[in-house]
């Protein structure tokens, strides 16, 4: 019994669909697995926006109660012991809301016009939005502003608030909250940390 309940805790997926799933934050995945990171004791599901640790720090179950079972506390943020009830309907009525925020990012995006957009009612909208991807839906349109961004402070020579109005940010202050939020630091700490890995290379 203990080899047959050891065998149904393991994923199906490899270690690397898993890191690459919990990594790029995908939402595809959410159900299928869940990521625990040893150092703080707690699990999450594959699209949760929190900081990424390192890979050696992340251990996957296949659901919430192995993970449990195993000693890890789910995470408050993208409450993963509830993954079960998403259903895929929401998954990917989430996907199709980020396709349109990387559609126009650049524009003003606002809850009213990101469910417009998916013919639903605000509320209706930021309920299951949240639910499926595990962050609010203006908090998922300042993470694309910000992955836009990176790319930016990569291969332009551009200030801060020229990249934070190309990538949709009304201002240079809401550039670098969004990207404290993300990566820890600034967005010109981000790039001389970037551009100094990429020359010691």
Known sequence: MTTSTASADRPTLTRAEMWAAFSGRDARYDGR???AVRTTGIF???SCTCRKP???RVVFFRTSEAAARAGFRPCKR????LAGGTGEADRRMAERARAFVRAHA???????????SLAMSPSNFARRFRAAAGVAPMRAVADVRAERAERLLLTTGRG???VALESGFGSAAALVRAF???TGLTPSAWRARRNT????R
């Open 33 to 35: 697995f869940v990521s």
């Open 44 to 46: 999450c599901r594959p």
């Open 54 to 56: 390192r890979p050696e």
């Open 78 to 81: 993208c409450r993963p012991e």
């Open 106 to 116: 650049e524009e003003r995006l606002t809850l009213a016009r990101l469910a417009r």
């Open 160 to 162: 801060v608030l020229e």
């Open 180 to 182: 404290r939020r993300r």
């Open 197 to 200: 890995k990429g020359g010691s």
